[in-house]
């Protein structure tokens, strides 16, 4: 299977919660769509899955992951639109104490 394909069945089973319903989109026996989500965590070295007899649901640490970048992506979204370092309404001349280079403006800033 292609990285796409398995990228897809890994959301189809997350959001179906089961393997065979996933498999069964993707035209895939419950053992195939299985070993294919299993060589993804392998190859991302991270357990995607948490998986019972009866249930199967996203891992603690995946759910902790998307809840982190959604607030990110919103935290990001919102971010108010800042003037560069160094630029002052009014000013027509930048001193050399805020003049801001490229180094300093993709710098994290200090807390």
């Known amino acids: 299977m292609d990285r796409l394909s398995v990228m897809r069945l890994f959301i189809d089973a997350s959001t179906l919660g089961s393997f065979s319903a996933a498999g069964r989109k993707h035209d895939l026996s419950p053992a195939a769509s299985s070993a294919a989500i299993q060589r993804l ?62 180094g300093n403006l993709l710098a994290s800033p200090a807390d």
């Open 41 to 102: 965590e392998a190859t991302l070295r991270v357990k995607l899955f948490e998986r019972t007899t009866r249930r199967l649901r996203l891992s603690s640490r995946i759910v902790r992951q998307t809840r982190s970048s959604s607030r990110k992506r919103t935290e990001f979204r919102f971010w108010p639109r800042m003037p560069p370092a160094g630029f002052s309404a009014g000013k027509t001349k930048a001193s050399s104490a805020g003049t801001a280079s490229a």
